[in-house]
């Protein structure tokens, strides 16, 4: 009887050890790709959550127009050679206050997509913040690319 639970107890144990080697490996290369900040912020003219890829400079100054609405008078549009590079925005929406904020910390290729990973912030219970609404933004440029973009939220 204990020689039979022992002849088990050693195969799952080997199981267990040597299984994971079984299966076929995971792709987990990306190529990483370069990303300059255009803007990064609190205050903006979008309202409400948008992730968005930016390829034409029409789009681009509209964007630009839409997101500074809410400021007196609007800095110029950075100017972007779109035939080599593109923009990629990200608004959280209007929140209540302040503490907010987003950030794409970084891109990579992989395979046909384009994946963007951003980490959003939120102040926490009890903190002290700014009494004000506030739409959280950041702004990157790179080069372009017609792979298909994929946005992946990180836990702060």
């Given amino acids: 009887m204990v020689r039979k639970l022992s002849v088990v107890l050693i195969a799952g144990l080997m199981l267990a050890i040597f299984a994971p080697g079984c299966s076929p490996p995971v792709s987990l290369a990306q190529t990483a790709v370069s990303l300059t900040t ?7 003219g979008v309202r409400e959550p948008l992730q968005i890829v930016i390829r034409d400079q029409q789009e681009w100054v509209a964007l630009w127009a839409r ?10 549009a950075q100017e972007i050679d779109f035939s080599a590079e593109m923009v990629v925005a990200l608004f ?14 970084r891109a990579g290729l992989d395979g046909s997509n384009l994946r963007f990973y951003y980490r959003e912030r939120s102040p926490t219970p009890g903190a002290m913040v700014t009494q004000a609404l506030t739409q959280p933004y950041h702004l990157v440029r790179l080069s372009r690319s017609e792979s298909t973009p994929v946005f992946v939220k990180q836990s702060p």
Avoid at 38 to 44: E, L, N, P
Avoid at 69 to 76: A, L, V
Avoid at 97 to 103: A, K, P
């Fill in 92 to 105: 959280l929406g209007q929140k209540s206050t302040g503490g907010y904020s987003v950030e794409i910390t």
């Fill in 67 to 76: 997101h500074t609405s809410i400021r007196d008078k609007s800095p110029p």
């Fill in 38 to 44: 255009i803007q990064k912020g609190s205050y903006s």
